[in-house]
């Protein structure tokens, strides 16, 4: 099954920084799914990556596919308190409308 | 937007009790699928449903957890006899389907305590 890693698992930022989040995959991805939670709400979809060397932005936040490595990355700009929350990267298996597969997540917190 | 709604919100019950938790997905969708979350740890798959069968499930989806889709827009998760270890937040989640590669939307989710 498709285990994906990342880190780090948690992260303080000062409000204003800059920060990254990996996501690392044992196995060939096929397409990488960013996802937010905040406590005590769902998954809210952040961005899809389906091209090696792929690279979206929305607002502040942009990420970037690399699929010789198996990897991707959220990269947040001059961070926000409403950025605070679990970041979860997914992967699917190729060619298929099965189940995505989560990362462990990357819990942020935004200091003042 | 649209959106997937689970109710209910908050959901309790004593061990060996039966509960259903129940999702209407985004309306032109074809694919639902559970997932759930014990507290501090993954968000992990239970099953996909499409063209009113199981696709997928995974080995947490043993003979105590039963999908239905009884009426074309409700689309639910039975635990049959609950046990302490189903405490957790059950997500519902459902994607359009056809090109295979879709984003999947998620409800807010049903927090499940087994007392």
Redesign the interface.
């Known amino acids: 099954s498709q285990e994906l890693e990342q880190s780090p698992q948690s992260l303080i930022v000062q409000e204003g920084k800059n920060l990254t989040i990996n996501c690392t995959s044992s196995k060939t991805l096929y397409g990488l799914y960013w996802y937010k939670q905040k406590y005590g709400e769902g998954l809210i979809f952040l961005m899809m990556l389906q091209k090696g060397g792929e690279e979206k932005s929305h607002e502040k936040i942009t990420a970037k596919l690399d699929e010789k490595k198996q990897q991707s990355s959220l990269h947040i700009t001059a961070s926000q308190p409403s950025h605070a929350g679990i970041y979860l990267c997914g992967a699917r298996r190729a060619g298929t409308a099965s189940k995505l597969t989560f990362g462990t997540g990357t819990r942020l917190q935004v200091t003042l | 937007e649209p959106e997937?709604t689970q109710t209910p919100s908050h959901q309790v019950t004593q061990m060996g009790q039966e509960v259903i938790l129940r999702c209407v997905p985004i309306s032109n969708h074809?694919?639902f699928?559970w997932y759930r979350q014990i507290l501090g740890q993954?968000?992990?798959?239970l099953v996909?449903f499409?063209n009113n069968e199981i696709?997928?499930k995974?080995e947490i989806f043993d003979d105590q957890f039963s999908v239905e889709r009884p009426d074309g827009s409700n689309f639910t998760l039975k635990i049959r006899s609950t046990k302490l270890e189903d405490s957790a937040m059950y997500?519902c989640?459902s994607?359009g389907?056809q090109g295979?590669?879709?984003?999947?939307?998620?409800?807010?989710?049903t927090q499940l305590s087994v007392l």
């Open positions: 997937v074809l694919y699928y993954k968000v992990e798959f996909s499409y696709s997928e995974s997500f989640a994607s389907g295979g590669n879709e984003k999947l939307f998620f409800g807010s989710g």
